[in-house]
C-alpha cells in the first residue's frame, strides 16, 4: 500500500507564492509518474501538473504554465509544485497523486493513489 502525504497550502495575497510537497511513504515514484490535481468548490477536480519522475520530464495545463514549476528529491521521496504569480482562481484543494507508468495523463482516472489534500487560498 502506497501512502502519499501532500502539505504546504496556505492563504496567500494575489501575486504571492507558495511550495506544495507530497511524499510517499516509500520508494514509490521510481518509474512512476507524479502529478498535482486541484479542486475547486463545485467544480470537477482537474490536472495541474505531472512529472515523470526517472525521467525529470514534465508537463503542465495551460493555466498554469509558466506559473508553477515541479521538482523532485529523490533521497527524500518527494515531489514539490512551487506556485508563484497565485491568482484567486487558483484557489483550491490540491491533491497529489501517481500512477504506476512513466506516462504523465491528465485524467484523474490514471492515478491509483492520493494524497489527503491541501488548501490553497488566494485572496485578491
Known amino acids: 500500500q502506497v501512502q502519499l502525504v501532500d502539505s504546504g497550502g496556505g492563504l496567500v495575497q494575489a501575486g504571492g507564492s507558495l511550495r506544495l510537497s507530497c511524499t510517499a511513504s516509500?520508494?514509490?515514484?521510481?518509474?512512476?509518474?507524479m502529478a498535482w490535481f486541484r479542486q475547486a468548490p463545485g467544480k470537477e477536480r482537474e490536472f495541474v501538473a505531472g512529472?515523470?519522475?526517472?525521467?525529470?520530464?514534465?508537463y503542465y495545463a495551460d493555466s498554469v504554465k509558466g506559473r508553477f514549476t515541479l521538482s523532485r528529491d529523490n533521497a527524500k521521496n518527494t515531489g514539490y509544485l512551487q506556485m508563484n504569480s497565485l491568482k484567486p482562481e487558483d484557489t483550491a484543494v490540491y491533491y497529489c497523486?501517481?500512477?504506476?507508468?512513466?506516462?504523465?495523463?491528465?485524467?484523474?482516472?490514471?492515478?491509483?493513489?492520493w494524497g489527503q489534500g491541501t488548501q490553497v487560498t488566494v485572496s485578491s
Open positions: 497523486a501517481t500512477r504506476a507508468s512513466a506516462v504523465i495523463v491528465t485524467t484523474q482516472g490514471g492515478y491509483n493513489y
Open positions: 516509500r520508494r514509490t515514484f521510481s518509474s512512476r509518474v
Open positions: 512529472i515523470n519522475w526517472s525521467a525529470g520530464t514534465t
